[in-house]
């Protein structure tokens, strides 16, 4: 079983910074597709960014472009999410996803993805 630790998440104001990580247990961990999804009280879980097993290719929901940034570091099991000029819609418990195969399709929906993190609590202060 593969598992997904997720890190970094905590308590922030309005306008500040954090980054996740997500570590990877697994030995073909260069092959997958990654996720970030986040999930508010009371609300459904919802895709927030996506990155191709090279780093070639990364997708964002429309609510973070342009201030959430994915990237992975394939030497280290690790992919990350920076996540600058935070708003307090932004607080939730945010999600790693690992999908095994190399394939960077569908990768909005929740349900392509193989193995899920614990999940980081993410609060947002105004």
């Known amino acids: 079983q593969v598992q997904l630790v997720e890190s970094g998440g905590g308590l922030v104001q309005a306008g500040g910074s954090l980054r996740l990580s997500c570590v990877v247990d697994?030995?073909?961990?260069?092959?997958?597709?990654m996720g970030w999804f986040r999930q508010a009280p009371g609300k459904a879980r919802e895709f927030t960014a996506a990155i191709s097993w090279s780093g070639a290719s990364t997708d964002y929901a429309d609510s973070v472009k342009g201030r959430f940034t994915i990237s992975r570091d394939n030497a280290k099991n690790t992919v990350y999410l920076q996540m600058n000029s935070l708003k307090p819609e932004d607080t939730a418990i945010y999600y790693c996803a690992a999908r095994r195969l190399v394939f960077y399709s569908r990768i909005s929906s929740p349900s392509v993805y193989d193995y899920w993190g614990q999940g980081t609590q993410v609060t947002v202060s105004s």
């Open positions: 697994a030995r073909t961990f260069s092959s997958y597709t």
